[in-house]
């Protein structure tokens, strides 16, 4: 049982003991002819008072929004956290009905139509609308709200901001589609490679055998380059389907951010692309494979210069140490690097379409690159995600660990 909950059992227990305890007392004192009426009442009042604020105080300060609504759905209750969830102040909720707060108008009557059947709705999930106009998702509870005649005259509504969790659900829903991706994945490849090296050790044995200058030469040696060509792709395959395991050590995310940009400047000096980099001097270290987090911070520059063919700019910020979601402990700290450009954007619909394998939109990609990021990411603990509008460019967020994971059973890295 955690401190807070014992405390708060501890409270209850010495109001009501010390309620009951004052009665008995007064009850006695009365018995034996002395007038205790008037301190009876400020007693009682002054425990009222005890528990009432308690109340307000736990309704208010409780990790969650909390609304009462009436029969037709017009707010009568809201604590602070509901408010702050939409962007209003509470008085600007007070008298408003809830449905205006659904993203889409067959969701609220959807819920209302629930509320007024059920007596009780658990983990339901909807979209609501922020005062600023953006979308996000949200987690319901909902029960019936009586009055003392145990008539039901509305709901009780705890809300709660899912947007994060949702972020994590893609990403592991992401993790897990990869990893089967991958296992089938080096088993094609493995089976593929076996009859290639039996077709290019054929051709070369035909080429001995033919005049250098023939056609037939000609036609052996495309076999030969076409089969190199594949292998080449199965290689690709292959570090996507099995990356090796990484060797993590701390490194300074800078030294290895200015290695890739110092190996990349020539191009984007090439395609008028202005480079910008914001680094605090502050930023810890991070606990990574070196090699493998250049690669994908490489993988994402070349990704933001192929998106600015008529130049641009290209920005990297590092912050940090972050959270991560839903964690405080010092081993969820995160260092988060930010790689902006000022591209043509990615479109809603295919964002997720992005890391999957053998996706994309270059005329001569693979359609692998983000896909082996991803596998990297994941060996090394980290997590990458993406924000892009059309028109407005792409944001992708890289978070690394500050420190070795540990393993819960044995404490070890």
Known sequence: MSSKLQKQKQIFSLLNS??????????????????????????????????????????????????????????TFSNHNAAHLLGYRVEDLLGKNISVYFS?????????????GAERID????????????????????????DPANNYIGVVLLIRDLTEVQQLRKQVERMERLALLG???????????????????ASQ????????????????RRIVREVDKANRLLKEF??????????????HIRQIIDSVYLLLAPRLKKNSIRYEEVIKED????????????????????????AMPQGGVLRVEVSGPVQSAGKKTPRSRFVEVRITDTGGGIPAEDIEKIFTPFYTTKDEGV??????????????????????????????????PTRPRREKSTGRV
């Open 18 to 75: 010390r309620l009951i305890n004052e009665n008995q007392d007064f009850e006695l004192l009365e018995q034996q002819g002395f007038s205790v009426g008037q301190k009876r009442y400020d007693v009682s009042r002054r425990l009222k008072n005890q528990v009432f604020h308690f109340h307000r105080n736990l309704i208010q300060n409780i990790n969650a929004g909390l609304l009462t609504i009436d029969l037709d759905g017009e707010i």
């Open 238 to 251: 292959f570090k996507f389907a099995k990356p090796t395991n990484p060797q993590g050590d701390y490194y």
């Open 283 to 306: 930023i810890p270290k991070v606990f990574v494979d070196g090699t493998q987090i250049e690669q994908i911070i490489l993988n994402l520059f070349i990704n933001a210069l192929e």
């Open 183 to 201: 296992e089938l994945s080096a088993g094609i490849a493995h089976e593929i490679r076996n009859p290639l090296a039996g077709i290019k050790a």
């Open 205 to 220: 044995v035909l080429e001995d055998q033919h005049h250098a200058d023939g056609m037939e030469v000609q036609l052996i």
């Open 367 to 400: 359609g692998l690159g983000l896909s082996i990021c991803t596998r990297l990411v994941e060996k090394n603990h980290a997590s990458m995600d993406v924000i892009s509008q059309p028109g407005q460019g792409s944001t992708f967020f890289l978070r690394l």
């Open 104 to 116: 889409r108008e067959e969701e609220a009557r959807k819920f209302l139509e629930l509320c007024q």
């Open 123 to 146: 983990e339901y999930e909807s979209h609501f609308v922020h005062r600023e106009g953006r979308i996000f998702i949200v987690g319901v509870n909902a029960s019936r709200l009586v």
